[in-house]
């Protein structure tokens, strides 16, 4: 790793990068959270679609990229949460996970506009898919 800001896309002016996480699944959360506070992202958490659609529509909400499990209960999973952000905040991106590389394959085939890692998942992998991510974000601005 560098010695530049982690967590950060490169070129990007020194602050937290912000990271909202959205999973069902608490210790899942807690984890995912805690180890992606130790590399240096400001994390925000969602138990539900639902929920992070109510967080992404409150005045002065931001975040840098999306990260959500597809499994969700409520009206709206993790495709949808995509397909959401995707037509209403497309600057945002988003990783999507699951264990059902299928469903996965045909949302993405259906036109939907994130990334995909597959559970389970590791942690350094996936911080690594978040830099990568954030990177392509910055490029394409």
Known sequence: MSDTMEGAPSGEQKRSVAI?????????????SDY??????????AA???????????PGFSVD?????VMMPG?????????WIGENQPEIPVIVTSGDKDKVAGAKEAGGSFHF????????????????????RSVAS
């Open 36 to 45: 992606l506070q130790d590399q240096a992202f400001k994390v925000l958490e």
């Open 75 to 83: 009206l709206t999973d993790g495709l949808a949460l995509a397909k």
């Open 48 to 58: 539900t679609g639902d929920e992070a659609l109510a967080i992404m529509a409150a």
């Open 117 to 136: 890692v597959p559970k389970p998942y590791d942690l350094d992998e996936l911080a690594a898919q978040i830099r990568r991510t954030l990177d392509e």
């Open 20 to 32: 909202l996480i959205v999973d069902d699944d608490a210790l899942v959360r807690l984890t995912l």
């Open 65 to 69: 990229l999306v990260f959500t499990d």
